[in-house]
């Protein structure tokens, strides 16, 4: 009967080396550990959203994202939000009209599935998760035309879903946006 390999009775070469093994393999996980709590604190990781909830299947019931709040509304300092839903395959409104070289904040909520959006040209760029509201501070410098791209795939109609985002100087932009009643998009 063949002997099952076994270091002989007495020889500990075996034991060293399987001790020295499992040590260093727990000092490397205790190591990226530490590196990843350590960026998280120094960077001030987060979540982009701050982790506001919603409920995802009510959104069209009424609330921030009713249809009447879709698109935008510019605050007394000329600042702007952007109210959009995204759903299987489009956001809504789909084209977003923002004032260039003002601050803007561009609020989402998912109506169904896992959504993706980034602006072409800017460092926007942040997923859609329902039962979450997704929330992106930034700014336009040059008026223009911008495409953003739903860049998750959520389902058979993905590549067609896309809105634009047109930047325009904040003088000749539509005056309804003044009337909080109303918010304004350049959707047909
Ligand atoms: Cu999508």
Redesign the pocket.
């Known amino acids: 009967m063949a002997e099952i390999s076994t270091p002989p009775s007495g020889d500990k070469r075996g034991e060293v080396g399987e001790r020295l093994w499992a040590g260093s393999m727990t000092a490397i996980t205790l190591l990226l550990v530490g590196v990843v709590v350590y960026t998280s604190a120094h960077w001030g990781f987060h979540p982009p959203s701050q982790v506001e909830t919603i409920d995802s299947t009510s959104l069209h019931e009424g609330g921030e994202f009713s249809e009447a709040n879709l698109g935008t509304v510019i605050a007394p300092d000329g600042s702007a939000v952007v109210r959009v839903v995204?759903q299987?395959?489009a956001f809504v409104p789909d084209c977003l009209v923002v004032p260039a070289g003002k601050p803007v904040t561009i609020r989402l909520a998912s109506a169904d599935v896992v959504?993706?959006f980034l602006v072409q040209g800017t460092n926007v760029n942040a997923m859609v998760v329902p039962g979450y509201v997704t929330t992106v501070h930034t700014m336009f410098k040059d008026p223009g035309e911008r495409l953003m791209p739903?860049h998750?795939f959520?389902g058979v109609g993905?590549q067609a879903?896309w809105a634009r985002v047109r930047v325009v100087e904040p003088s000749s932009f539509p005056s309804d946006a003044n009337n909080k009643q109303k918010a304004v998009s350049c959707a047909p």
């Open positions: 995204a299987q395959y959504h993706g739903c998750e959520c993905h879903m």
